[in-house]
């Protein structure tokens, strides 16, 4: 990783802080304070666990280059986003709050930084339409075929959805044409019991008559 | 098939049940402006839109920094073109003055006029758009033109044949305006034998002549001039103090995204458009020089000013084309960008926007057919054996 600092009007300086697996935040304060270049310019510190690199001259700007070791992005320095997992993946408060602190910039073989400089955002912009991915899809049409797939295997549980609400109402009714109870069909034969019922009490009463005529005969 | 009471109830409501949702689907197109309420409901126009979307979000993008553009290239153009009528005004100054005919007094006005052309340069140098210096590559933070500290310039010989003179200038101007110096040998020979006279007003007035000493000569608020070798009479040289106009932007071009896969510069670098490269081409310090042989009344040396200056017209053309044929393509693309978003705006709304007409055709057609269903259901429902036979079952 190199540390190049600018101050207004002279030639940027930079140094270069070797970064191994086995080196401590402390260990990296102390390469920062100690290193030849930047010793005079930057004073590092760990402040709440995270490392705080301060200039020691107010007017004074650095930036961070050529970090192959990763160093930055594990401590949270000087990145864009923040998290570790899909689901904890945002961006940085800092620069979301703040636009000027978005990193449009990139710094140099000759370690200046100016304001003006828009490589990196235009890096950064240009990704839109750049392809990723093993399907080499851009980031919006990889979202877009994610949707449409979505979208579609929805309808596709809609329809079967439709497909088996209909079969079941096709059975239900085959069942209640079976066993269910049709209240006109219990009516009528409520009505034809009723009936017979009443035809056979007539045959009774008319018996009865019969016998009573019978009877009467006799006396 | 057997007709069950259930049967016909539950048909009542499974049917309602659809009409409802049909009714709600057109009522939430009508009131929410969508034709779909969730990507189900045409994944593929639904996935179409996003695309579009993204697109027209993009077009907006461009058009946006064809704005940005234009406001560069515009600031650009008509910065070059003024630092252009500025050298014209500079050329038709120098040739009057490479004439035999003005005086000294005349080039020193003449040169104070060049000073003012000077300053004018590098005021559009510093130009700004939206409170970034143009010209200043990516420093556009800080104006890209300021003036140093005052400089004694190395000497502009003019040595007779023969002659093997030599002159070192040196030492620290304590003095605020600008001069040059003007030293001419009186009689030849070397170290303490040579004489020379000094002006300081294009050879108006001179100083009494003096020996060639050993050591540096003063010229007066701190100029020095080391003579060497052997002079003849009628050498001269002069030695001109200013304060030189520097340079403190970069080499970078701004580039600006105008299509996906096409980026256009929108600036350009003020040292190779304006000066301070120190190049062929180098305004601010041709315009110096022509100052220096101004106020030296040298017409030669103007000559060759005037030579340089028109090289210099020649390179600003070619400059002041590609802020012109830039615009020319952001006026171009801004008609392209102005109708692809018709055309993105207008597929949209094909396949995601509700047609209001058909919507609310279909809305009543929904709303007969619920209305008809619940009164036909309400006939059924209502409809039963026993109605018929109260009176005559009792």
């Known amino acids: ?219 | 098939m057997r007709v069950t009471t259930p049967t016909i109830f539950n048909g009542i409501q499974n049917n309602l049940q659809n009409l409802a949702e049909d009714l709600q689907r057109v009522n939430a197109s009508i009131s929410s402006g969508k034709k779909y309420q969730s990507i189900s409901d045409n994944p593929l126009d639904v996935g179409a839109i996003l695309g579009l979307n993204k697109e027209g979000s993009q077009t907006a993008q461009f058009e946006r920094n064809l704005e940005t553009a234009k406001g560069w290239l515009n600031v650009t153009e008509s910065t070059m073109q003024n630092i252009t009528d500025i050298v014209q005004a500079s050329s038709a100054l120098a040739n009057q003055m490479v004439t035999g005919t003005y005086n000294a007094a005349q080039r020193q006005a003449a040169a104070e006029q060049i000073q003012g052309y000077l300053e004018e340069v590098m005021q559009e140098g510093n130009n700004q758009y939206n409170g970034q210096y143009v010209l200043a590559g990516y420093r556009t933070d800080s104006p890209p033109f300021t003036e140093g500290d005052w400089q004694v310039q190395p000497p502009v010989m003019h040595l007779t044949s023969g002659s093997s003179g030599t002159a070192v200038s040196g030492g620290a101007y304590t003095g605020t305006t600008s001069r040059t110096h003007l030293v001419e040998m009186v009689s030849g020979g070397g170290t303490g034998v040579g004489t020379y006279r000094v002006s300081v007003d294009g050879g108006q007035n001179w100083t009494d002549p003096a020996t060639i000493p050993a050591g540096p000569v003063s010229l007066g608020d701190g100029v020095q001039v080391t003579l060497g070798g052997t002079w003849n009479a009628g050498d001269r040289f002069s030695i001109p103090v200013y304060q030189p106009i520097e340079y403190r932007g970069d080499n970078n071009n701004f580039e600006i995204a105008i299509e996906t896969q096409n980026r256009m510069v929108i600036n350009e670098v003020g040292s190779a458009a304006v000066g301070g490269d120190q190049g062929n081409n180098d305004l601010i310090q041709i315009l110096a020089q022509l100052k220096s042989s101004l106020e030296a009344n040298d017409p030669g040396d103007v000559g060759a000013s005037l030579d340089k200056l028109r090289s210099y017209e020649t390179h600003s053309t070619s400059i002041l084309a590609s802020p012109g044929s830039s615009l020319d393509r952001v006026g171009m693309k801004e008609n392209v960008y102005g109708s692809l978003k018709d055309e993105i705006t207008q597929q949209i709304s094909d396949r995601g926007e509700t047609d209001l007409v058909a919507a609310i055709n279909l809305l009543s057609t929904r709303e007969n057919a619920y209305q008809a269903a619940l009164m036909s259901s309400s006939k059924v429902m209502s409809m039963s054996l026993m109605d018929y036979l109260g009176t005559s079952a009792a």
């Open chain 1, 1 to 219: 990783m190199q540390i190049s600092v600018e101050r207004h009007g002279a030639p940027p300086v930079s140094g270069s802080i070797a970064i191994d697996p086995s080196l401590s935040l402390n260990d990296l304060v102390q390469s920062i304070n100690t290193d030849p270049v930047l010793g005079g310019y930057l004073t590092a510190s760990v402040e709440d666990n995270s490392l705080k690199i301060v200039a020691n001259n107010a007017s004074d700007t650095f930036g961070f280059v050529g970090d192959n070791s990763q160093a930055l992005t594990a401590l949270g320095v000087n990145t864009f986003f923040t998290g570790d997992k899909a689901y904890t993946l945002g961006v940085n408060a800092w620069v979301l709050d703040n636009p000027n602190l978005v990193a449009t910039g990139q710094i140099d073989a000759t370690g200046a930084h100016s304001v003006g400089d828009n490589r990196n955002a235009l890096a950064l912009a240009g990704l839109e339409n750049a392809t990723a991915g093993p399907n080499g899809l851009t980031f919006s049409a990889a979202y877009q075929n994610l949707v449409t797939s979505l979208g579609l295997d929805a309808q596709d549980a809609g329809d079967q959805k439709t497909f088996y609400q209909g079969l079941v109402n096709q059975l239900s009714q085959m069942r209640d044409s079976v066993s269910g109870v049709s209240l006109d069909e219990e009516m009528t034969n409520l009505v034809k019991y009723q009936r017979a019922y009443q035809a056979a009490a007539r045959l009774v009463s008319v018996a009865d008559q019969l016998y009573q005529t019978l009877i009467d005969l006799g006396k």
